[in-house]
């Protein structure tokens, strides 16, 4: 059986927690929810709200929708938001992990199709869907976009500096890749992210899902707003920056003024015909796993 372990890192998030938790813990589908809220002995009403929750989950108050929902709270101080990562998935016991921040959603049926993906190909370690970006209201302003990930540039550090993101609310992997990959460095206080991604990598594909399963908020007071701190972080975590990171760089910066019917020559002939892996879905929400070169996969978006 397919069960997600879920981590919230948590410090005075009493404005947002509640969308957050109910983003987890109605979720519907063949699975269960392991889910882990780590509270930096918060000061406001982060803790009495996500203890109401828990009392609601063991009461049988709260309405399940799935095979089986159970929700752990760990409360003491913290050296930052890796470090409490690390100690939630040192409590999970589930077969399929990922973390949510604490004003950040996923979106109805989310889990769903993550799990008939992780079911269905047990050679699929890590898998990315789409994220929507919400603001303050908790309305979506910008819809996500489906993204291609290679795995060479990501151990290059690629994303995130020369490219677009992996972000990290859309993000699921398998236990067992943590277990050979996993565990932040609690001295990153910013792209702890960023170098999981990096160590993943070494160890096998990321699979892009064309699926949109969660919401990124942005807010004035969040960690991401220090654009200057992640990138000193993710300089020190990939500091090498080679001919490939250039290429990829200035090719992606120039793609919309070359035309678009030599542009697939163009990316061959300075990248070769690299094979990107995405999972689509069918009529049915059934999800279709399979290889293609980079503009064959544009055309499956």
């Known amino acids: 059986m397919i069960t997600f372990s879920i981590v919230t890192p948590a410090w005075n998030s009493e404005r947002f927690i509640t969308e957050t938790i109910e983003s987890v813990i109605s979720q519907k589908g063949d699975f269960a929810i392991e889910y882990i809220i780590v509270d930096n002995a918060s000061s406001d009403s982060t803790l009495e709200i996500a203890n109401r929750y828990k009392t609601l989950i063991e009461c049988r108050h709260y309405p ?29 016991t589930g077969n399929i992990y990922a973390w949510i921040n604490s004003d950040d959603l996923y979106l109805p049926g989310a889990f769903s199709v993550v799990a008939k993906t992780f079911r269905k190909y047990p050679q699929v370690l890590w898998l990315k869907g789409i994220t929507s970006y919400i603001n303050d209201s908790s309305t979506v302003f910008k819809t996500g976009k489906y993204n291609l990930y290679d795995s060479d540039w990501i151990k290059k550090g690629v994303y995130g500096r020369d490219l677009y993101f992996i972000q990290q609310d859309s993000v699921f992997f398998r236990s067992s890749l943590w277990a050979i990959s996993g565990n932040f460095n609690p001295g990153l206080k910013l792209a702890g992210d960023y170098a999981l991604w990096i160590s993943f990598a070494e160890k096998t594909l990321l699979n892009s899902l064309k699926a949109y399963v969660s919401c990124f908020r942005h807010s004035d007071k969040q960690l991401s707003k220090n654009v200057d701190g992640y990138t000193h972080e993710m300089i020190q975590i990939a500091p090498q920056k080679d001919i490939v990171c250039k290429m990829v760089s200035a090719y992606f910066r120039l793609a919309t003024y070359i035309p678009v019917i030599i542009r697939p020559c163009i990316f061959r002939l300075l990248f070769g015909n690299r094979r990107y892996h995405i999972v689509t879905l069918d009529g049915n929400q059934e999800p279709n796993l399979r290889s293609c070169s980079f503009y064959q996969a544009l055309g499956l978006r």
Do not use: T, W
């Open 64 to 92: 399940v929708h799935c095979n089986k929902v159970s929700l752990q709270i760990i409360s003491e101080e913290d050296e930052g938001m890796y470090d409490a990562l690390n100690k939630g998935f040192r409590n999970a």
